[in-house]
């Protein structure tokens, strides 16, 4: 293990018991450990040196531990209190540290207390004996009335564990399973055949065709694989161009840009969209997969466009004619029919939310059910889904429930004079450090880290109603899935970079321009066409 | 009842005398009393007729209706054989009958008859012969008389015919074996003839071959020399971004380095890669061919320098490579030429440790893999033509590499046997030749390989030892203590064999 | 560290220095060892594995002196740190049964013939090598540029997993 590594692990560590021994301000103790386990999240997210699935893991795992009812903690610690000492009636000796003022606290159960006004009557070395009408024989005063356990009532650790199988999640489950299947038998690539087709052999249109269809694919399926995909398709037509031909690059560019922007069109395109709406959803706020895609298409057409303009002008054609290698016939067997209907079916009822009523991650379920019944995916793909990344936004929606929770997202929100700042700029500077810092980390992880903290700003009420928590989410999710700059900034840019059509600058100087015209297409949108949508 | 066209004493076939005491009843006295009776009948008196000699009685495959009984004279009979050749089959005496088959049968004549001493004969028509026991009861008691003497014959005679042919079977089976071994013997003789001749000829195709290599692999060190220079000149005179000393120092290094071997080399490359890691590692490689005391020569070059310089050393390098290799195919062509000297036998005194050294080289491909070990004292020379020596060694280092596969140990040494003789032994560590087959390995043929696809061609240790023994010298095997077989080659000393 | 390297066996140093210079261009993504003989690779080998570099590839020679070739292939079949490890063997003279002995042992996948061309040579160890990173299961986007890609990238979407991002 290198050195960065080492360094990281024992950063993370110290970060996550420094709040320990803090005492902030207006942050309870559980805020104060969900301080502690978000910038451990943080640091390991961000250098890795664990894998990030399992820093997610391990985020669910110290909620558990520390936060749960269940946990140790709680298991293994008591509020320390004692039973009154009756002296004669309602006159009783308590310790001295359990009077507060005018006041004791009587433990009811666990860690909840009642005040209980009482009248000092006398004043000995240790004790204090006090006159009430609350205190008997079987009540218990706390001794520490300031001890950090009282008024918290931890949850139970299923809330926690809850996360890995929130309803955002079975609806990327059932995404994944879809995917798997059309991967399995061929279902993308001959969609890709069909709607390539019409593009005929302009250049520019060729890569109209390709950033089309990359995009509608990536909407349904991972970007990843629908990348690798693409680049089968294009490396042929790379092969047959001249070596000093500009478009090359610049068709090299298309695909994991496409991949990347169409992504965010549905909910299950990318896993930054499931951080926001499980966020959403915690706050008792639902997002229809067809709400989301009429926020997200206008986005995503008007982004797509601007990339295919940019990259046609900065790397042209020499070439008048590209060909296109599309031969091969859909599979018709009866798994692969059954995969057909079971797909359609189940994009038509998620994009028809709005009317049937029937909640997308219901909706997910169908393809998970049927696919495996009629044996269209089998163990060998169950066992090949990306699990992992279901664990990593598992663990980016258990960090934002118990930031929110435990009142350290409020807390840090309170941190900074928002208010000093107009509700735009806000959520300007949200999607701005989404975008900046998904260039460097995983797109998840910004969301992760981000949208927690954009919730509790706009359930704060500091911001003024014009900006919604919703549109604080959104936006999140999309500048995540805006930043691609760099070869490591998402999976699709760094398949694309390892083929060595291109050089790093390319990407970076591309990418970056798409990134700031992006988000500010996506503020345009926010400012003015998704208030008129979100109610 | 019709079991013969005759009955006949042997004779003309000349190896069918009866056996003793299996005398044929003498029919003289019947056949005087057949002519007696038929000159006393006036019908059958003008049936006794006259043949002179080369009239055909009767022709195979026609019809007659005659039965001759012959009363005296000779009758041969001709069976018709491929090809139209007619084989005598049989000799046809008096009180013999011809024309029987036919009538028993009513088939065609099964043979000719051909009258070979001039013929008195009764012939009779199949009617007359057939009405017999009512006309002439007399005479056709005698005639069956003589057709039952016929039959008798006839029975002994297959009986002594089947005798004879059995003999003769054995006799032609002997003469079968001798005449196999005899075309086996040739068939060696022939191949070893071949094989002599095909040397000869792969003797002058390599003879041809090497001066038209000679020629090229001349020219090619010439112009290594010429363009050596050449390119030192240019170095010298013709400016460059390069100090040309520096430069000189490069190409003269290239022009003498040796390519280090892979642990030097690759402890060079990892002492470049620590120095310099910012270079790719192929570029490093090259670097690393170039001796260190040239790099850190004086105050030292710097990197950038030494990549400049780098083509210099490599061209030198490269030349020197084309030159290794240009001399390795001149060496190669004289040996071959020697190898394979064409043209009839010239004897001379050889020195035998020569053409040894030769013959390795020529091998050097199949000997590579072995453990070669040589132990070869001046020796007196010997008088043989070096050519077919050459094939013996050839031979006998060929056999050695077969019989130890892929690895062991090959050890060639010579001395002097005795007074007036030359030793040479050729060991090998393989499995050894068993006591058994010994001798059979230098018989013609032999091979323990399973395809005798070599150019020993099986016969190789058959054709050394032909070749020693035209010079006085012999060839034998044994197994060395430590295992593996050792064959060893004497000769006589060229003083004494004069 | 954690390099893949391709290991070239020959008695003869020119073969080896024209093999090393003939891949020079993927050596970036894959250094080149070079051992003249048996033993020497085995030596070397051990140091590479210790190292935890790993070898992706070897080429070797038939006839060398010592141990040869195909035994050399039938024994590192065996070594543990070098399943999936893809063998070739790269000369002029080995015989029928050594070929047969050297595919049915030591699971050669290639015969490369001496004298060999350049293109081919890279040809054989681009497609070797992307063999062996399919099989080894390790994510293959670093070294994708000096093997086959379009067998990589289809590998990619058949996996839907990269180890960069997400």
Known sequence: ?535 | MCAGETGSTPGSSGTGDLPPGERRRDTSRVVAEVRRLAEASSELRERIRKFDSGVLLLREGERHDEIFCLLDGTVKLYKRASAGTKIAVDVVRPGDLVGLLSYCTGNPNFTDAAVTTPVTALALSFEQFGSLAGSAPELYERLQSLIRDNLTERYRRMVVLHLELATLNTTLENERDELRRTVLELESTRNRLVQQEKMAMLGRLVAGLAHEINNPASATLRSVDYLGEAFAEVLEKVPGQVDSGTARRFWDAGLSARLPDTATQRSRLDALARDHPRLSRPLLRRLAAIPPEVLRFGTGIDPDEAIRLLPVFEAGLNLQIIRVSSERIRDLVVNLKKYARPGPAGEAAVDLREGIRETLLILRGAVRRFDVQLDLPPVPPVRADPGRLSQVWTNLIYNACEAMGQQGRLRISCGPAGDDRVFVTVQDSGPGVPEEIRERIFQPNFTTKEQANHFGLGIGLSISREILADYGGELTVGNAPEGGAVFRVELPAAENSG | MDKICILCVDDEPDVLRAVARDLAEMEEGFPVETAASAEEAKGLIGEILKRGDRLGLVFCDHVMPGQNGVDLLIELRGWPGLQGTRLVLFTGQAGHEDTVEAINRAGITRYVAKPWERELLVRVARDELTSYLIESGRDPLPLMRYLDQERLVEYVRRRNRVDTGQ
């Open chain 1, 1 to 535: 293990m290198d050195t960065k590594k080492i360094i990281a692990l024992v950063v993370g560590s110290a970060l996550f018991l420094l709040p320990l021994f803090l005492d902030l301000d207006g942050l309870s103790l559980m805020g104060h450990i969900t301080l502690g386990i978000f910038l451990l999240a943080a640091v390991f997210w961000i250098l890795e040196p664990i894998p990030i699935y399992a820093t997610s893991l391990m985020v669910i795992f110290l909620q558990i531990v520390f936060l749960s009812a269940q946990g140790p903690l709680f298991q293994m610690n008591e509020v320390p209190s004692a039973a009154p000492i009756p002296v004669e009636a309602e006159v009783w000796e308590i310790p001295r540290q359990a009077l507060d003022g005018d006041r004791v606290l009587l433990l009811e159960e666990r860690n909840r207390t009642e005040a209980a006004e009482v009248s000092l009557v006398e004043s000995r070395a240790d004790t204090v004996v006090v006159r009430s009408d609350r205190l008997s024989e079987g009540t218990r005063v706390v001794i520490d009335p300031g001890h950090w356990f009282l008024d918290f009532d931890p949850p139970s650790y299923t809330k926690y564990l809850n996360a890995l199988a929130n309803p955002i999640i079975i609806l990327f489950l059932g995404g994944f399973v879809l995917a798997s299947a059309a991967v399995k038998y061929e279902l993308d690539r001959n969609l890709t055949r069909v709607i390539l087709r019409p593009f005929g052999t302009r250049p520019a249109m060729v890569t109209m065709g390709l950033m089309l269809v990359t995009a509608t694919l990536s909407a349904f399926m991972s970007n990843t694989a629908t990348t690798a995909m693409m680049m089968t398709v294009i490396i042929p037509i790379v092969a047959q161009l001249d070596p000093d031909d500009r478009y090359r690059i610049g068709i090299a560019l298309a695909i994991p840009f496409a991949a990347n922007v169409g992504g965010i069109a549905t909910p299950i395109g990318t896993p930054p969209n499931a951080i926001a709406i499980g966020a959403l959803q915690a706050q008792g706020i639902d997002i229809a997969f067809g709400q989301w895609m009429v926020l997200a298409v206008p986005l995503v057409i008007v982004v797509l466009f601007f990339v295919w303009w940019l990259l046609l002008t900065v790397y042209p054609a020499k070439g008048e004619r590209i060909t296109l290698e599309l031969s091969g016939t859909f599979n018709l067997s009866g798994k692969a029919i059954v995969l057909y209907v079971v797909f359609g079916l189940t994009v038509f009822l998620w994009v028809t939310e709005a009317w049937h009523g029937l909640s997308s991650s219901v909706v997910a379920f169908f393809p998970i059910a049927a696919l495996t019944a009629f044996r269209v995916i089998e163990k060998d793909e169950i066992r090949n889904l990306s699990w992992e990344v279901l664990w990593l936004m598992a663990g980016g929606i258990a960090l934002g429930v118990a930031m929110r929770d435990t009142g350290l997202a409020e807390w840090l929100i309170g941190m900074i004079r928002w208010d000093l700042m107009g509700a735009f700029v806000v959520i300007g500077v949200f999607g701005l450090v989404a975008a900046g810092l998904s260039n460097f980390i995983s797109n998840t992880v910004a969301a992760s880290l981000l949208v927690p903290l954009a919730i509790s700003l706009g359930a704060s009420g500091i911001l003024t109603d014009s900006v919604s928590l919703e549109i604080n989410a959104v936006i999140i999710a999309f500048g995540a899935s805006l930043g691609m700059a760099l070869p490591i900034s998402t999976p699709p840019n760094a398949i694309a970079m390892s083929t060595g059509l291109l050089r790093t600058p390319d990407m970076a100087k591309m990418g970056l321009l798409i990134g700031v015209v992006g988000l500010a297409v996506a503020l345009v949108l926010a400012r003015f066409f998704w208030p008129l949508l979100i109610g």
